[in-house]
């Protein structure tokens, strides 16, 4: 029992953050009209958040391996509880941004050190159903966020919505106090020129990202605070190159199979996560569907990417990582870029089909991907493993949206259409596809028994003749 309990513990966590980004969204309207503000302006409370993600996950190791894991995790739920209730209480636009912000810090720190705490407790033969177990909640969350946060923004008070993760966060820091050890490894001293590069370099690229394409700011301003990003990105990675204990290690993607998890997944990530917010606006503005029946047929990918979640295990253990990640990737790609033949006569069932395959095989690429990251990391650098790993999904996340964003805006403009069409949607979705497939050679660099001490399979045929 105590073995599942540390990642179910951890799943508390990244479900509230999750659920509590999904209900934001949908909230945003009825939010700006109670504080009086242009829905465009809260756009801030969004991006704020992921600033303040961008600055504090890089030290998020350094935290847990002073405090202890424990200690760390507890308190970013803390953190997470007061800033909710700031929101909650929040009058003004000024406020508003500025708790959100605070509930940035304890978001940062939440899943990092959740993470690390599940590398330190778990065996890793049994690594792969542990990240099974910390992924689920991440798809139950935008499940139930949307409706969720419909119903208190109509029937009650949006205020509720930030309230309801009290609850949620409170079990959480009880159950870290029964079930998570403190180990306390010795920490390396802080690099705090590369935190304070990093904290220029991070936000930078991520609120740029963010910025373009849509309509929130100036495109020189984008530019500006994107090119700023670069430069110190470009100064800090100089820097790790002659620290010997960085804040972000960077040596970590000598390890292959780190290299494939995270350089790979962010490529993956960057291609796939943008269809989170295509094919959702291609249904709606583009075939002209109600915001209900949008939700009714993308639930379907949800669906079998939480029905995978079992799966993964067995499939890995039987066939092994490399070709899990090399061969379901491209079918991951290939449905993908079968949603660019949708058309506003497509029956909704076909659809939903496709999106049901994509989501299974999608499923199973991240939960291959998650994995493989921590297969040869030593544990003495796990802690500055799972910072930049998460790092990393933050940063492609955005990516990957900006670029379907500007890509998707240029091909209505090459159309001579203030409106994206349905073609102009088929065009990009097939454009960021293709950016999937890039992955593909990190995977093709990994040893055919990579990753199988985490999956507890025997050698496949390709390793044994390899021998």
């Not at 496709?354 to 999608?362: D, N, P, T, Y």
Request: proline letters at 6%; charged letters at 10%.
């Amino acid at each position: 029992m105590k073995i599942p309990i540390v990642p179910l513990v951890v799943a508390t966590a990244l479900f509230m953050e999750t659920m509590d980004s999904s209900l934001i969204a949908t909230a945003l309207p009825a939010i700006a009209r109670d504080l009086g503000v242009d829905p465009i302006a809260l756009k801030l409370a969004i991006t704020s958040y992921l600033v303040s993600l961008a600055i504090f996950i890089p030290v998020s190791g350094w935290l847990a391996d002073r405090l202890g894991a424990r200690t760390t995790f507890r308190a970013a739920l803390a953190i997470f509880i007061l800033a909710s209730v700031g929101c909650a209480s929040a009058g003004s636009l000024e406020g508003f941004v500025g708790w959100r912000f605070l509930q940035g810090v304890g978001g940062a720190l939440m899943v990092p050190v959740g993470r690390l705490v599940i590398l330190r407790a778990v065996p890793k033969g049994e690594l792969v159903q542990a990240m099974s177990y910390l992924t689920i909640p991440s798809l139950l969350g935008p499940l139930a966020g949307p409706p969720l946060a419909g119903f208190l923004a109509t029937y009650a008070d949006w205020r509720w919505i930030f309230l309801v993760n009290i609850p949620v966060a409170a079990l959480g820091i009880v159950l870290a106090t029964l079930h998570f050890t403190d180990d306390r490894p010795e920490p390396a001293p802080l690099d705090l020129k590369g935190l304070a590069l990093s904290s220029i370099a991070l936000p930078g690229l991520v609120l740029g990202a963010a910025l373009v394409g849509r309509h929130v700011a100036a495109p020189s301003l984008a530019l500006l605070v994107f090119s700023i990003g670069v430069v110190a990105g470009w100064r800090y990675v100089a820097h790790a190159r002659r620290t010997e204990r960085p804040l972000l290690d960077l040596g970590l993607f000598r390890l292959a199979t780190f290299d494939a998890g995270v350089a790979g997944g962010m490529l993956f990530r960057m291609g796939i996560g943008a269809s989170a917010f295509l094919i959702p606006l291609m249904l709606q503005v583009g075939f002209g569907l109600d915001a209900m029946t949008s939700g009714l047929i993308t639930f379907t990918g949800a669906f079998g990417a939480l029905a995978m979640k079992t799966l993964a295990p067995r499939i890995l253990r039987r066939i092994g990582f490399r070709r899990v990640l090399i061969w379901n990737g491209l079918l991951a790609s290939a449905a993908l870029a079968l949603t660019a033949l949708f058309t506003p006569s497509t029956p909704h069932i076909l659809i939903s089909v496709v999106l049901l395959a994509g989501g299974l095989v999608r499923s199973l690429q991240f939960s291959s991907l998650n994995t493989i990251a921590y297969a040869d990391v030593p544990p003495d650098r796990s802690s500055a493993a799972t910072s930049l790993a998460s790092v990393a999904q933050q940063v492609s996340l955005g990516f990957g949206v900006a670029i379907a964003a500007v890509a998707l805006e240029g091909f209505a403009t090459l159309g001579g259409r203030s409106t994206p069409a349905p073609q102009d949607f088929s065009a990009t979705l097939l454009l960021i596809a293709a950016i999937s497939t890039l992955a593909t050679p990190r995977m093709l660099r990994l040893q055919p028994d990579a990753g199988i001490a985490l999956s507890g399979g025997a050698p496949t045929a390709e390793a044994t003749a390899e021998r």
